[in-house]
């Protein structure tokens, strides 16, 4: 078996990789979250109850696990102690979480122009305002603050002159500026309840990978989100496709083993863009009804359709996925009628093509095939055999046209409804 397994997203997000993950980090030494920040939602429910983390890779659940925040990662502080604490209420520890020190910090002047910009744009992106895109912006302009600084507090200078140049563009925006004491005051709080938590996380992994530990990387985001290979610019600001994976956490290329591509039997998407399945009818409402699809993060309704193999197609190749990891197989199974898109229509030509171009794709159309619905309750099924034959034809379909052998099938909402192939 190979070191390190990765679970990323396929589409736009929400695919449930949190379920995927939590199942594979049973088997796994360490957890690594390597992306993205407290823009991810990621649900899990054991008996009965909602989990939901935004910082935290949810290996942490596990008694076993290490759960590390790779250097990829934008850390919001005050969230993450608020997850903690969630977690400690729970009764669960945070004693096995690792935090990189080059991981980035997000102060509330990231959170402010987030969503300043986004206000001020004319073709809204539909951020989930976490500061995500400013942070990653500060990194790349090397004017950014990381853990390490933050929790040994060395963050002062670079923090005073952050504030002051952030502090006129503001004023030009006769926007509210930000005092640098009080920052300091609130993050120094900070600093000292997450000094604990912060280590050179590339060390750690490779002493695990030394020790023939098993890692698992937590995708998350997803591939159509992602700034070079999504539709930008409605993407985040990170890569949360494979490449973003080793850079994010330190691990080279060869170490991994299996890539796990999560996504639903149908589609959805939060936030602006092009989504050429999206259903925006009866269907359409039908399908966030019985998916619960309503952001995890910021509540917002998610835009539903129907699933898009080219798209999936894409992802296949972007992230050299070697297994499918189908949820919410119950919940299209509720439907009467399933649609699958199984080709794109342009100008009269039928192909495979993805295209993440707004104007390309409104010249496309999707070509369906039509599945009978109506599975029964499956969520209780755990072999693939024993599935209804209408599901395994609506399955046996999606593997035969992407090429891609379905490893895992979500049943249902619980820990256990899910079949392993
Ligand atoms: P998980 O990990 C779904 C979307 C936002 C917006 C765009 C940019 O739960 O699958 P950002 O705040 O990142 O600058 O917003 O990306 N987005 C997500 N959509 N699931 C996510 O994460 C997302 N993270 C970002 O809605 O359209
Ligand atoms: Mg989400």
Not at 178 to 201: G, H, P, S
Not at 376 to 397: V, W
Request: glycine share 10%; net charge neutral; proline share 3%.
């Amino acid at each position: 078996m190979n070191k390190v397994n990765v679970v990323l997203g396929s589409f736009y997000g929400d695919e449930g990789k949190g379920k995927i993950i939590d199942y594979l980090s049973q088997k796994a030494d360490v957890s690594v979250r390597c992306t993205g920040g407290n823009n991810a939602g990621h649900s899990i429910e054991i008996d009965g109850k909602k989990f939901a983390f935004h910082l935290i890779p949810s290996g942490i659940l596990n008694k076993g696990t290490i759960a590390v925040i790779g250097n990829g990662v934008v850390i919001d502080p005050k969230v993450l102690i608020e997850e903690i604490e969630a977690l400690k209420s729970n009764r669960y520890s945070a004693k096995n979480l690792r935090i990189s020190d080059k991981a980035h910090v997000i102060f509330p002047y990231h959170v402010e122009m987030d969503k300043l910009q986004e206000e001020l744009r004319e073709n809204k992106i539909g951020t989930t305002a976490r500061g995500i895109g400013p942070v990653y912006c500060d990194k790349y302009e090397r004017c950014g603050i990381r853990m390490g600084d933050l929790v040994n507090k060395k963050f002062e200078k670079q923090l005073r002159e952050n504030i002051k140049t952030k502090n006129k563009v503001f004023e030009m925006y006769g926007h509210k500026t930000f005092d640098a004491d009080e920052i300091i005051k609130e993050y120094n709080i900070y600093a000292d309840k997450l000094k604990k938590y912060v280590v050179d996380t590339i060390s750690l992994l490779h002493n695990a990978l030394e020790e023939n530990k098993k890692i698992l990387c937590e995708g998350a985001q997803a591939t159509l989100l992602d700034i070079d290979f999504g539709s930008y610019p409605y993407v985040t600001s990170s890569n949360p496709t494979i490449g973003g994976i080793c850079t994010g956490t330190g691990i080279g290329a060869k170490y991994i083993g299996e890539v796990y591509g999560v996504l639903k039997a149908y589609s959805s998407r939060v936030g602006e863009g092009p989504y050429l399945t999206e259903q925006k009818n009866e269907i359409g409402d039908k399908i966030r009804e019985l998916g619960h699809e309503y952001g995890t993060t910021t509540k917002r309704p998610r835009r539903c359709g129907w699933l898009d193999l080219v798209a999936l197609k894409y992802a296949v190749m972007i992230n050299g996925i070697t297994g499918l990891a189908i949820n919410h197989v119950d919940t299209i199974g509720k439907l009467d009628e399933i649609k699958l898109c199984v080709a794109y229509k342009k100008e009269g030509k039928i192909s495979m093509q993805f295209t993440t171009d707004e104007d390309d794709l409104a010249k496309c159309e999707p070509v369906y095939e039509t599945f009978e619905g109506n599975f029964g309750n499956i969520s209780n099924i755990r072999k693939r055999e024993e599935l209804p034959d209408k599901a395994k034809k609506y399955l046996g379909r999606i593997e035969e046209i992407v090429g891609v052998p379905i490893k895992f099938i979500g049943t249902g909402a619980g820990r256990d409804a899910m079949i392993v192939c």
